[in-house]
C-alpha cells in the first residue's frame, strides 16, 4: 500500500525549521535515532556527547537523552565525565558493538539524522519555486549582457513564472544550453535541503555538494536555534545529458550501502532541471517524457522503494528541455501539449553577431576590429553559406588567441589569423591546399 504524505497548502517560507528538543520531535523513530548512534559511534570512532550530536546534526541535550536510553539497554557506558555539564564521553559496550554490526549490516548510513517524509513535503511546498514570480525588469537586470532575440527573450521571461515544462529547440550552437543555464541566474531565495529523507524505516540520501550549494551560516544556525537537519542552500540547478536513463529517474538503492540515493529530479527540487541534449540519450524522447507524465501535470511523482511501497515526492521543479530535434520530431501533438512552452533558438542577426564578437574579444583579449568583422560576415559566412551562431564567433575568436600565443604573435583579428580559424574550425581541407 502507498505511504503517501498530505500536500499542504504553501505557506510562508521559513529560513530553516526549529531545532527538535526531543527525540519525538524528530519524527523519527526511536530505534533509527538510537542505532544512527550506535553506528556513528562504531564507524567513526566517536566517543564525546558534543562529537555525537554534531555528526547526527541533533541538540546535544537529545543526543544526551538518546545515551541515557543505551546506557539502561546496557549498549553503552560513561568513559569519562568532565567538570560541565555535557562534557561526557561514552564507549560502547560489548553488546553495543554487536548491535551496531548489527544495524551496519542493514544499512551502511550514519550521517545526519534524516527528516521524515512529511516534514520534507511541508517544506518544499512552503519555499516552492512556483511561488517566485519573475518581472520584467528583474529578467532584464539578470540577463542584461546576453544576447538573443527579442521573441525567445519574451518568451523565456513569461516561462519562468510557468510550472509547465520548457522545451528549447533550434541548430546545434545555437546557444540553448547556454541559455537555460542562464536562467539559473534568476532563480531567488532560500531553500533548506535535508541530508537525508527517511520514508518507511528507509533512509534517502538528498544532499549532493555537487548540486546543493549551501549559504554561511547564520548566528542563529551555529546557536543551533533551527534544525541542522536541514542546509539552507541556494536553489538547486540540476543538469543531465545523454547519459540520463529511466532507470536514473527512480530512487537508486546502493546495495552495498543499504539505504537510497534521490534522482535528479528529487534534488532538483524548489529550482531547475535541465534535460541537455533531448534525443541524445540511450532511451527514446517519448520514453522520457513519458516518465514524466504525472509529474509535469500534477507536480508530484511516485516512487518505490524495494519492498514494493510506494509514496509520493513533490516535483516543485522548473523543467527545461534542449534538443536539436524539431518538436514534431519528439512526439505528437497531445503528446507534446504536455509542454507548455516551445521556443526556437537559431541564428543571430548581423548586429548581435557582432555583438558577440565584441564579447568573445574581450574575454579572450584579442582588440575588436570593425572591418575585420564585415570580412567575416561577408566573404566567409555569406559566401560560404554559414548561419550567425553564437558558438562560431565565440570559437573563432578563441583559436585566434591560441594560435597567437603558440607562435608568439599579437592576437588580432587580421585577414590571416582569421583565415587560418575559419579553416580549421570548420575543416575546409580544400582551403589548406
Known amino acids: 500500500m502507498p505511504v503517501d504524505a498530505k500536500f499542504p497548502p504553501a505557506a510562508a517560507p521559513v529560513a530553516l ?29 566517536l566517543c564525546r556527547l558534543c562529537d555525537i550530536a554534531d555528526h547526527l546534526r541533533l541538540a546535544p541535550m537529545l543526543v544526551e537523552s538518546l545515551m541515557g536510553q543505551l546506557r539502561r539497554e546496557s549498549l553503552v557506558e560513561v568513559r569519562l565525565r568532565g567538570a560541565l555539564d555535557g562534557d561526557v564521553s561514552y564507549q560502547l559496550t560489548q553488546a553495543g558493538r554487536a548491535r551496531a554490526a548489527e544495524a551496519l549490516a542493514r544499512n551502511l548510513y550514519s550521517g545526519a539524522a534524516p527528516v521524515p517524509l512529511p516534514a520534507y513535503v511541508e517544506r518544499v511546498q512552503a519555499q516552492s519555486v512556483a511561488d517566485m514570480k519573475l518581472t520584467r525588469e528583474r ?19 513569461a516561462a519562468m513564472n510557468s510550472r509547465r515544462a520548457k522545451l528549447l529547440y533550434g541548430p546545434p550552437g545555437a546557444g540553448k544550453t547556454f541559455l537555460c543555464e542562464r536562467m539559473a541566474a534568476l532563480l531567488q531565495g532560500a531553500v533548506a535541503v535535508p541530508y537525508a529523507v527517511e520514508v518507511h524505516g528507509e533512509i534517502i540520501h538528498v544532499f549532493d555538494p555537487l548540486v546543493h550549494r549551501p549559504l554561511p551560516q547564520g548566528a542563529a544556525e551555529a546557536q543551533g536555534r533551527f534544525d541542522r537537519r536541514w542546509v539552507l542552500c541556494e536553489r538547486p540547478v540540476v543538469v543531465t545529458g545523454g547519459e540520463l536513463t529511466l532507470e536514473m529517474l527512480d530512487l537508486v538503492f546502493d546495495a ?10 528529487f534534488k532538483a527540487n524548489n529550482g531547475l532541471l535541465l534535460v541537455d541534449d ?10 522520457l517524457l513519458n516518465r514524466w507524465i504525472v509529474p509535469m501535470e500534477q507536480q508530484h511523482d511516485h516512487l518505490m ?30 503528446f507534446l501539449r504536455r509542454i507548455g512552452y516551445k521556443i526556437f533558438v537559431g541564428p543571430l542577426q548581423a548586429e548581435d553577431y557582432r555583438h558577440v564578437l565584441r564579447q568573445s574579444c574581450e574575454h579572450f583579449g584579442v582588440p575588436y576590429d570593425d572591418a575585420a568583422v564585415e570580412r567575416l ?13 553564437p558558438c562560431y564567433a565565440r570559437d573563432l575568436v578563441g583559436q585566434i588567441a591560441e594560435f597567437a600565443t603558440y607562435n608568439g604573435l599579437k592576437p588580432e583579428l587580421s585577414p590571416r589569423l582569421m583565415k587560418w580559424a575559419w579553416r580549421n574550425y570548420f575543416a575546409n581541407e580544400a582551403a589548406w591546399a
Open 256 to 265: 552495498r550501502a543499504g539505504f537510497y540515493h534521490a534522482p535528479p529530479h
Open 278 to 287: 533531448l534525443g541524445r540519450q540511450l532511451v527514446t524522447p517519448r520514453q
Open 17 to 45: 525549521p526549529t531545532a527538535p528538543v526531543t527525540a519525538q520531535d524528530t519524527g523519527l523513530p526511536a530505534l533509527l535515532l538510537c542505532e544512527l548512534a550506535l553506528k556513528s559511534m562504531h564507524q567513526h570512532g
Open 377 to 389: 560576415l561577408h566573404e566567409m559566412h555569406q559566401r560560404e553559406g554559414r548561419p550567425l551562431l
Open 139 to 157: 529578467f532584464e537586470q539578470a540577463m542584461a549582457s546576453v544576447v538573443m532575440q527579442p521573441q525567445v527573450r519574451e518568451q523565456l521571461g
Open 305 to 334: 522503494l524495494r519492498n514494493g511501497i510506494k509514496f509520493r515526492v513533490p516535483f516543485d521543479t522548473l523543467l527545461f528541455f534542449s534538443t536539436n530535434l524539431r518538436p514534431d520530431e519528439l512526439g505528437d501533438e497531445a
